[in-house]
């Protein structure tokens, strides 16, 4: 099964849901940190939806940004969402990034290095594509146990397929946040220095159903529960999970992210 495949309905499952519970919260602090570099050109790779592709417009509005993304299809709902003329969304693949050496002042990208299925050459590639001295800025998720709304459905997602359990977000989204690991990877594909800082944040979700609903119809796990063909509903079951930890009503639970900074050499 290919994670990083997010086609179909699951893209605007995901900016629905997904976005505004997990990734605008993030998207803003990310955002902040990339306008205190005061880049003028920016690549963003794995946009998605455009989370943060939007709040780096916000933040830098005389910035030319080009979001680019493996799936045109999410391109599109970016696109729908943010038409604003100094950003350009493309679709590229992070590993083999279709642009010239050196012109990018900074490369970002939220949430999206854990889908490269060889780290090392893409970030090679960011670092081939990024000025001398320029930063690469990126965010990936802390393990499961530090993210309770992800911890809650996997638990449950587990009791329910036993046998044959609903891995996506266990072996991808929350598969890599081992720092000193990715710090010698970034090292050893060039990069000069790089550093990182644990970001907590609190999950907002209108509901335990617009949650549930985010992971199970807004991400490839979709296709995982789907490929299982349950004679329940798994959306009402992780629910009931939910609002079990929760409550009813909007809920709320801490999540954390790892923040990765590497600089290109002179």
Aim: hydrophobic share 45%; with cysteine; aromatic share 10%.
């Amino acid at each position: 099964m290919n994670d990083a495949c997010f086609q179909g309905d699951i893209p605007a499952a995901y900016d629905r849901y997904l976005v505004p519970i997990l990734f605008d919260p993030y998207a803003a602090d990310l955002a902040q940190r990339l306008a205190s570099v005061h880049p003028h050109r920016v690549l963003e790779v794995a946009a998605g939806s455009g989370a943060l592709t939007r709040a780096i417009s916000s933040a830098l509005p005389d910035a030319q940004i080009i979001a680019t993304d493996l799936n045109q299809a999410m391109l599109d709902v970016a696109a729908l969402r943010h038409s604003g003329g100094h950003i350009a969304w493309r679709q590229a693949d992070a590993l083999s990034l279709p642009f010239p050496d050196q012109i990018f002042d900074t490369v970002t990208c939220q949430f999206g290095v854990m889908f490269f299925p060889d780290k090392q050459r893409a970030y090679r590639e960011i670092l081939r594509v990024l000025k001398p001295q320029g930063t690469f800025l990126f965010s990936t998720w802390d393990s499961l146990e530090s993210n309770a709304f992800a911890k809650v459905m996997m638990t449950e997602t587990d009791a329910l397929f036993p046998e044959d359990p609903l891995d996506f977000f266990r072996r991808t989204p929350h598969s890599y946040f081992d720092a000193e690991a990715i710090l010698s990877e970034l090292k050893r594909a060039g990069f000069e220095s790089a550093a990182f800082t644990k970001v907590e944040k609190t999950a907002h979700a209108s509901s335990a159903r617009d949650a549930a609903t985010a992971f199970c119809k807004g991400s490839p796990l979709r296709m995982e529960i789907e490929a299982r063909n349950p004679k329940f509903d798994v959306v009402a079951r992780v629910t009931a999970a939910l609002e079990q930890a929760f409550g009813n009503g909007p809920i709320e639970g801490p999540m954390s992210a790892l923040v990765f900074t590497a600089e290109a050499p002179r």
